[in-house]
């Protein structure tokens, strides 16, 4: 697996990503707002630059000091989206979760409620909320 820490990550990489992702979406309008937005960050992230498969994750911790990965975003090339995959990429984010000494992993979708539905099934937990204002 291609995984890179942030300052090793090229912005010529990432953008090349945003571009792929961005244009899926109908967002290559906002090209420069999100490498702004990466460059901004990309020091503190977790890059995975796979044949199939791209993710962005950061490490944190809570007002305890408990130490939780996230998932910033990930994009699976269209051709390659199968349940399969999905599955094996679960797998990757909670092993490299676990090798970051990490005891949560947090991630979300904000394009659609399918992914809701495997995370609950798999252990997840309701916690947080988001409204469009």
């Given at each position: 697996m291609n995984i890179?820490?942030?300052?090793?990550?090229?912005?010529?990489?990432?953008?090349?990503?945003?571009?792929?992702?961005?244009a899926e979406f109908?967002?290559?309008?906002?090209?420069?707002?999100?490498?702004?937005?990466f460059e901004a960050i990309k020091d503190d992230c977790i890059f995975i630059f796979e044949p199939d498969w791209e993710a962005?994750?950061?490490?944190?911790v809570d007002m305890w000091m408990r130490r939780e990965m996230h998932v910033v975003s990930?994009?699976?090339?269209?051709e390659c989206r199968n349940i399969r995959l999905f599955l094996t990429i679960q797998r990757k984010f909670e092993e490299l979760a676990k090798a970051f000494d990490?005891?949560?992993l947090v991630q979300g979708s904000h394009f659609g409620d399918r992914l809701y539905f495997y995370l609950?099934?798999?252990g997840y937990h309701v916690a947080t909320m988001r409204k469009e204002l």
């Open positions: 890179l820490l942030g300052k090793s990550a090229s912005m010529e990489t990432i953008n090349g990503w945003i571009e792929r992702v961005n109908g967002l290559t309008e906002r090209n420069a707002l999100s490498s702004r937005y962005v994750l950061t490490i944190d990930y994009y699976v090339k269209k990490c005891q949560y609950e099934r798999n």
